[in-house]
């Protein structure tokens, strides 16, 4: 059971305005794959298009090869979980589940097996005659998770799922889900707004702008190896600092007039002076501190902008006027349209002041 | 607690209770007080006797017809209003010039005053001159003699209360489908559900409160009903649409036999508790309020 779905050139308007824009995506199969970006960036809507609710304008989608442009959503072979669970409401929590059973002709006794398996895994057993009104709002989430298993699709697709939950429930709800896909070994396509579930959940994210994806790759290579300032600046808590290559001084690099912008993050900023360490300095008044226990983060504004800092098991530092250094191996470079430039290797300040006067 | 403070309250609700019993308690009690009187509105005594208006009412048998055309009157309308507003509002519920122009144009009776509505119609059921003779004519059909005959004068006035009605109801219906998530219908189309069994299972069960309001006025409204039978037929032909509240006014206020009118009050408003307390038990274990 092949599950791999490709979007070849998808486009999508709404009246006039262009909402997707010439979209190429393969997603492999057994897959987590996360989408992920600002609100309207049209990820919701790519996921809506992949289940067939909204139909692109143009291009094509095949799921495991075949092209399901004109196939109905139910005949998709695709789950999908909801922002607000969009259960049943007239039905029980059983009836909820076993409907699209029931629709696709599935016989009784298979169906409750199924039911009874499906609701031991998610924990429903003793729910299944109640209406999803009494539940709270995680198992109102694990009845849609349910309804959406029970139907075995080769595609879960999982729209914002655990946006309506606080936060406690929300990491135990995606512990288990990253557990489920493991279980299960299908496509999963989540939508996120939230950069911090799409990088814990996913294997592969796709970080998508105004219906343009700007990369897809691997967590790990999100964050260390941003495609361009977009990414760089998604990806990470607090995010990339960046500062305007114009204002800053003391670097001394090749070829420095294709670069429009300096990026380095707030985690790699050395606070105290090591004189082993060779990298960027930059001068600074501390002007905000805030302690979350393991981490501090210091917001420091310097001459050439102001960037944060994030510094992990350190006591907090007092002194207001600052000196931090970033080794030049974290320094990324960008071009003035927001492209990643690559393999520039900055050198020792001393030796630009050298050359410089 | 001061004796300013215990008695706020009531102050409060004072001017609503006042304004509550003085038009709507004190004239049900005055209404049950005067059942049991014989009295003419003019004359200074009133004579006390007792059920017997009751008694005269039930012996009666132009009131059973009354009771029963109104019974009739009420089911037709009624069922007719929910069934073909529920239809339109199904089928309007979308946007579009068109689907707007229709919604407006539906409800454009609702503004219009019953008194018009009651003489357009009469022309428009004129045996000889209206309109849908004519139109049914052009069919083939053989004319309707419509107001003029017991056998089609309740019908007809049916449809003109129908005619009214539809288009608040399908207002009301359309509010109450658009309060439905549309990613409940997603969900289902995903299920595979057919669009009867979405209806079935989904769209109508959420609307039982909408449906629920609605049948409960129009009840209410439907026994009400006075100013088409007063202008259309006054009761006629052969008191083939003569209802309740037509009959309270025929003997109250054209016969002045206020205690015998009153006594046909009574049984109004005892038909009118007992139906809403039915639908109350009925219905109330079996609605879907979300």
Same mark, same amino acid.
């Given at each position: 059971?092949?599950?791999?779905?490709?979007?070849?050139?998808?486009?999508?308007?709404?009246?006039?305005?262009?909402?997707?824009?010439?979209?190429?995506?393969?997603?492999?199969?057994?897959?987590?794959?996360?989408?992920?970006?600002?609100?309207?960036?049209?990820?919701?809507?790519?996921?809506?298009?992949?289940?067939?609710?909204?139909?692109?304008?143009?291009?094509?989608?095949?799921?495991?090869?075949?092209?399901?442009?004109?196939?109905?959503?139910?005949?998709?072979?695709?789950?999908?979980?909801?922002?607000?669970?969009?259960?049943?409401?007239?039905?029980?929590?059983?009836?909820?589940?076993?409907?699209?059973?029931?629709?696709?002709?599935?016989?009784?006794?298979?169906?409750?097996?199924?039911?009874?398996?499906?609701?031991?895994?998610?924990?429903?057993?003793?729910?299944?005659?109640?209406?999803?009104?009494?539940?709270?709002?995680?198992?109102?989430?694990?009845?849609?998770?349910?309804?959406?298993?029970?139907?075995?699709?080769?595609?879960?697709?999982?729209?914002?799922?655990?946006?309506?939950?606080?936060?406690?429930?929300?990491?135990?709800?995606?512990?288990?889900?990253?557990?489920?896909?493991?279980?299960?070994?299908?496509?999963?396509?989540?939508?996120?707004?939230?950069?911090?579930?799409?990088?814990?959940?996913?294997?592969?994210?796709?970080?998508?702008?105004?219906?343009?994806?700007?990369?897809?790759?691997?967590?790990?290579?999100?964050?260390?190896?941003?495609?361009?300032?977009?990414?760089?600046?998604?990806?990470?808590?607090?995010?990339?600092?960046?500062?305007?290559?114009?204002?800053?001084?003391?670097?001394?690099?090749?070829?420095?007039?294709?670069?429009?912008?300096?990026?380095?993050?707030?985690?790699?900023?050395?606070?105290?002076?090591?004189?082993?360490?060779?990298?960027?300095?930059?001068?600074?008044?501390?002007?905000?501190?805030?302690?979350?226990?393991?981490?501090?983060?210091?917001?420091?504004?310097?001459?050439?902008?102001?960037?944060?800092?994030?510094?992990?098991?350190?006591?907090?530092?007092?002194?207001?006027?600052?000196?931090?250094?970033?080794?030049?191996?974290?320094?990324?470079?960008?071009?003035?349209?927001?492209?990643?430039?690559?393999?520039?290797?900055?050198?020792?300040?001393?030796?630009?002041?050298?050359?410089?006067? | 607690?001061?004796?300013?403070?215990?008695?706020?309250?009531?102050?409060?609700?004072?001017?609503?209770?006042?304004?509550?019993?003085?038009?709507?308690?004190?004239?049900?009690?005055?209404?049950?007080?005067?059942?049991?009187?014989?009295?003419?509105?003019?004359?200074?005594?009133?004579?006390?006797?007792?059920?017997?208006?009751?008694?005269?009412?039930?012996?009666?048998?132009?009131?059973?017809?009354?009771?029963?055309?109104?019974?009739?009157?009420?089911?037709?309308?009624?069922?007719?209003?929910?069934?073909?507003?529920?239809?339109? #509002? @199904? *089928?309007?519920?979308?946007?579009?010039?068109?689907?707007? $122009?229709?919604? =407006?144009?539906?409800?454009? +009776?609702?503004? !219009?005053?019953?008194?018009?509505?009651?003489?357009?119609?009469?022309?428009?059921?004129?045996?000889?001159?209206?309109?849908?003779?004519?139109?049914?004519?052009?069919?083939?059909?053989?004319?309707?003699?419509?107001?003029?005959?017991?056998?089609?004068?309740?019908?007809?006035?049916?449809?003109? #209360? @129908? *005619?009214?009605?539809?288009?608040?109801?399908?207002?009301? $219906?359309?509010? =109450?489908?658009?309060?439905? +998530?549309?990613? !409940?219908?997603?969900?289902?189309?995903?299920?595979?559900?057919?669009?009867?069994?979405?209806?079935?299972?989904?769209?109508?069960?959420?609307?039982?409160?909408?449906?629920?309001?609605?049948?409960?006025?129009?009840?209410?409204?439907?026994?009400?009903?006075?100013?088409?039978?007063?202008?259309?037929?006054?009761?006629?032909?052969?008191?083939?649409?003569?209802?309740?509240?037509?009959?309270?006014?025929?003997?109250?206020?054209?016969?002045?036999?206020?205690?015998?009118?009153?006594?046909?009050?009574?049984?109004?408003?005892?038909?009118?508790?007992?139906?809403?307390?039915?639908?109350?038990?009925?219905?109330?274990?079996?609605?879907?309020?979300?």
């Amino acid at each position: 059971m092949m599950a791999k779905i490709e979007l070849k050139n998808i486009g999508k308007k709404f009246k006039d305005e262009e909402v997707i824009k010439n979209l190429n995506l393969t997603i492999e199969d057994g897959s987590f794959t996360v989408l992920v970006g600002p609100s309207g960036c049209g990820k919701s809507t790519t996921l809506r298009m992949i289940a067939g609710l909204d139909k692109q304008t143009s291009g094509d989608i095949l799921i495991g090869g075949r092209s399901v442009n004109h196939i109905a959503p139910g005949l998709r072979d695709v789950a999908m979980v909801f922002q607000n669970y969009a259960l049943y409401p007239t039905m029980t929590v059983r009836e909820n589940i076993e409907f699209g059973l029931k629709n696709r002709k599935v016989p009784k006794q298979e169906r409750d097996t199924l039911i009874h398996d499906i609701s031991e895994i998610v924990g429903l057993t003793s729910y299944l005659n109640k209406k999803p009104q009494m539940l709270s709002g995680g198992q109102r989430q694990r009845v849609a998770l349910a309804r959406a298993m029970v139907k075995q699709p080769k595609v879960f697709i999982l729209d914002e799922p655990l946006s309506n939950l606080d936060a406690k429930l929300r990491n135990q709800m995606r512990t288990e889900l990253i557990q489920l896909h493991r279980r299960l070994g299908t496509t999963f396509v989540y939508v996120t707004h939230d950069q911090v579930e799409a990088m814990s959940m996913g294997d592969v994210i796709v970080v998508m702008n105004q219906g343009v994806i700007q990369q897809a790759a691997s967590p790990a290579k999100l964050y260390g190896d941003p495609e361009n300032l977009f990414t760089a600046q998604f990806i990470g808590t607090p995010a990339m600092n960046i500062l305007n290559f114009s204002e800053v001084q003391g670097l001394h690099i090749p070829a420095a007039e294709r670069i429009g912008y300096l990026g380095f993050r707030p985690e790699h900023v050395l606070m105290k002076q090591d004189l082993h360490r060779e990298g960027f300095t930059l001068d600074g008044e501390i002007v905000t501190r805030e302690s979350l226990g393991a981490e501090t983060i210091y917001q420091i504004k310097s001459k050439a902008g102001v960037f944060f800092v994030k510094t992990f098991l350190e006591p907090m530092e007092m002194n207001s006027q600052i000196k931090v250094t970033i080794p030049y191996e974290q320094l990324y470079y960008f071009a003035p349209d927001g492209q990643r430039i690559r393999g520039i290797e900055a050198r020792e300040k001393s030796l630009s002041f050298v050359g410089g006067k | 607690m001061t004796l300013w403070e215990k008695l706020r309250p009531y102050g409060m609700v004072a001017p609503a209770i006042l304004v509550f019993s003085v038009f709507f308690i004190y004239p049900i009690f005055y209404m049950i007080y005067l059942s049991m009187f014989d009295w003419n509105f003019i004359s200074p005594t009133k004579n006390f006797v007792g059920l017997q208006n009751f008694v005269d009412l039930f012996k009666d048998p132009d009131f059973m017809q009354v009771l029963k055309n109104s019974l009739v009157y009420m089911l037709l309308t009624v069922s007719l209003t929910i069934g073909i507003s529920l239809l339109f #509002a @199904v *089928w309007l519920n979308r946007t579009g010039v068109f689907y707007g $122009f229709v919604q =407006g144009a539906i409800f454009s +009776p609702h503004i !219009i005053s019953l008194v018009s509505i009651s003489l357009l119609w009469s022309w428009l059921m004129d045996p000889e001159y209206g309109l849908l003779n004519w139109a049914i004519g052009l069919f083939g059909f053989e004319k309707l003699p419509w107001l003029s005959h017991p056998s089609t004068s309740l019908i007809s006035l049916v449809i003109v #209360a @129908v *005619w009214k009605g539809i288009g608040f109801n399908t207002l009301v $219906f359309i509010a =109450g489908l658009q309060s439905i +998530p549309k990613d !409940i219908y997603e969900a289902a189309n995903l299920d595979q559900s057919r669009p009867w069994k979405t209806f079935a299972r989904l769209t109508f069960p959420m609307l039982s409160p909408t449906v629920f309001f609605l049948v409960i006025i129009n009840m209410i409204s439907s026994f009400q009903v006075f100013e088409t039978i007063a202008i259309m037929t006054q009761g006629g032909p052969v008191n083939s649409t003569n209802t309740l509240v037509y009959y309270i006014y025929d003997y109250g206020f054209r016969f002045f036999k206020i205690g015998y009118a009153s006594a046909a009050g009574v049984v109004l408003l005892v038909i009118v508790g007992l139906l809403t307390l039915l639908y109350f038990k009925l219905l109330s274990n079996r609605i879907h309020y979300r």
